[in-house]
């Protein structure tokens, strides 16, 4: 028996009504009940699961439980629980770019005494520990902390409460990756790895992370004495597995020792992903290109760029803004690679209705820096919104809007599938301004490539015979109003 099977038996059992009586009530087919109780067949039409749990009265509660069983025994626990991580790590990530009530750039040195070497016993003992060495690092020029610790670790909790209120530090990050996962079923480890590290990414300070694959079984074995370290110029920090045990040093030889065992681990690294500061956000090289193969968009507002053309862009920007060359210089550039108005490109792209409709009262391009550019005026976003209709009536362009009551996205955060293992993160940074991300970890591209075709075919979003007429009803609002 399946896992909804199990689920819709228990709930019928509940109701004291017979199979046959659920039958006629529900309008499903007998022998399909029995089926499926018994776990020979899954509905392919999710309406089945209305249906019966209208008649079996379910309360809200118990019809997502039944939804949920449902889409497991459909896809696979494995697949179902990954995309699930993918769709919390989309939602929380929105959470983590948030200007800082306190942005820390003095410390006082804390006047940590201590010899040679120290041996720390307790995890409370460590973690307060570690707070003191991280401030001691912090009343240094140029702050920087190196670090192999897990996502899970205590410390990595710690380092994470400076790198959110303190923009001077910098930090280098190693990490591993599970190396025994099969990463089109199941990969919930390293995702879970990519979420930790947007959250460093998004704080306030300037975070480097590197990855290396290895069995995480291995790695957190009994006999991985003191796998955790952690640096600063004038400490180095070692931790034990379960973290109850650590080890200071400070004398120059045992830092340098240290150090260059850090260098030696991350010269065998890859970058997690890449990350273009703003000074490269307008950098054509710090795009992939799109394929001449379907590509998959997901922001507040709609992705604009498949539209637009120079004529647009040379009336709107401000020439005699500081990046007004270099805007139009890299809009000309892209366009040529993005357009979907010719070409054999295509496109599909999620998108929010009140992104839309921000987009279509203002003008304002949320992927344009601010003061660089005029509002687009009423005639450009109508035809904006009419050349959208062009490239859905012939095929380049499929959107289907967002339900924000179900999915909820940041419109600070956009995501860019050029291929199976490509993936662009683009967000506005309250400190940093535009930064783009490429994933280069491909268990986690293939994951959110696979989340993006799996979304259309889910309830987070309007089908697309609904996004359509949507878009219709928004574009003859605006040549009406």
């Not at 497991?72 to 959470?95: A, D, F, H, N, Q």
């Not at 006047?111 to 973690?127: E, H, I, N, S």
């Not at 260098?263 to 970058?271: N, W």
Request: glycine share 4%; aromatic share 10%; net charge neutral.
């Amino acid at each position: 028996m399946s896992v909804f099977s199990e689920k819709l038996q228990e709930y019928i059992q509940k109701s004291n009504m017979k199979i046959a009586a659920l039958s006629k009530l529900s309008g499903v087919e007998r022998s399909f009940i029995q089926k499926m109780l018994t776990g020979e067949r899954i509905p392919g039409d999710p309406a089945v699961l209305q249906q019966l749990s209208e008649v079996l009265m379910l309360t809200p509660s118990q019809h997502r439980i039944l939804s949920e069983a449902y889409a497991i025994s459909k896809m696979g626990e494995p697949t179902y629980y990954r995309r699930v991580l993918v769709k919390r790590l989309i939602e929380e990530s929105g959470s983590f770019i948030q200007q800082p009530p306190v942005l820390r750039s003095h410390f006082s040195p804390p006047g940590f005494q201590r010899p040679d070497v120290l041996p720390l016993t307790g995890k409370a003992a460590v973690a307060d520990t570690l707070r003191l060495l991280i401030e001691e690092e912090l009343g240094t020029e140029a702050p920087c902390i190196k670090a192999v610790l897990q996502p899970e670790c205590t410390a990595t909790d710690v380092l994470l409460q400076y790198a959110r209120t303190c923009p001077l530090l910098s930090i280098e990050h190693i990490v591993c990756f599970d190396s025994e996962l099969q990463y089109q079923k199941e990969n919930k480890y390293n995702l879970h790895c990519l979420q930790r590290a947007l959250s460093f990414l998004f704080s306030s300070c300037h975070y480097s992370p590197y990855f290396y694959y290895e069995s995480i079984s291995a790695k957190s074995g009994k006999t991985a004495l003191f796998p955790w370290i952690l640096l600063g110029k004038g400490w180095a920090l070692t931790i034990s597995q379960d973290e109850e045990r650590a080890l200071i040093v400070s004398t120059p030889d045992a830092i340098s020792l240290y150090t260059g065992l850090f260098e030696e681990i991350r010269t065998e690294c890859l970058p997690v992903l890449e990350h273009n500061a703003r000074q490269h956000y307008w950098n054509l090289e710090s795009w992939a290109p799109l394929r001449q193969e379907m590509t998959y968009s997901l922001q507040f507002e709609p992705c604009l760029g498949f539209f637009f053309t120079m004529d647009m862009a040379k009336k709107q920007i401000y020439r005699d803004h500081a990046q007004g060359e270099v805007l139009l210089s890299f809009l000309e550039q892209r366009q040529k690679q993005i357009t979907l108005l010719e070409g054999t490109r295509k496109n599909t792209s999620f998108f929010a209705p009140e992104g839309l409709d921000r987009f279509l009262e203002t003008g304002l391009v949320a992927e344009l820096p601010e003061g660089s550019y005029a509002p687009l005026p009423k005639a450009y976003r109508a035809e904006l919104l009419r050349r959208m209709m062009v490239c859905i009536q012939n095929g380049s362009y499929t959107p289907y809007l967002i339900k924000t009551a179900k999915f909820r996205l940041s419109d600070k955060l956009g995501f860019l599938s050029t291929g199976s293992q490509q993936v662009t993160c683009t967000c506005l940074h309250p400190l940093h301004g535009f930064t783009t991300l490429q994933l280069h970890e491909k268990s986690v591209a293939y994951s959110f490539c696979d989340f993006f075709e799996y979304l259309r075919e889910t309830g987070l979003v309007y089908s697309k015979e609904e996004s359509e007429s949507l878009l219709r009803s928004r574009l003859k609002q605006v040549f009406n109003g």
